[in-house]
Nanobody, 114 residues
Framework: QVQLVESGGGLVQPGGSLRLSCATS????????VGWYRQAPGKERERVAI????????DYADSVKGRFTISRDNTKNTVYLQMNNLKPEDTAVYYC???????WGQGTQVTVSS
């Protein structure tokens, strides 16, 4: 059974940082790309970042380039999203996903507000 569990969300002031984690189980982790997505109230879910089987191969939404970094630890079956210089428009529920398996976590709330 595939499981994805996000953690690390919270309330942070503009300009602050958060590190999200996505702990996974139930599949061969190092053979799949993993993505982080977000959905703000009233908006469609969008992909924020994705990391492919090779950790050196990543892709980011234009809105987060230079501020967010996705990484993976294949020894821990975990993907991370380091978010720096957060802006109010980054406020959303953040989800991790295995696109090839159409599996999603339950999400973690990130709120950027003063």
């Amino acid at each position: 059974q595939v499981q994805l569990v996000e953690s690390g969300g919270g309330l942070v002031q503009p300009g602050g940082s958060l590190r999200l984690s996505c702990a996974t189980s139930g599949f061969t982790f190092d053979t799949y790309a993993v993505g982080w997505y977000r959905q703000a109230p009233g908006k469609e879910r969008e992909r924020v970042a994705i990391i492919f089987r090779s950790a050196a191969n990543t892709d980011y939404a234009d809105s987060v380039k230079g501020r967010f970094t996705i990484s993976r630890d294949n020894t821990k079956n975990t993907v991370y999203l380091q978010m720096n210089n957060l802006k109010p428009e980054d406020t959303a529920v953040y989800y991790c996903s295995i696109p090839a398996l159409v599996e999603w976590g339950q999400g973690t709330q990130v709120t950027v507000s003063s």
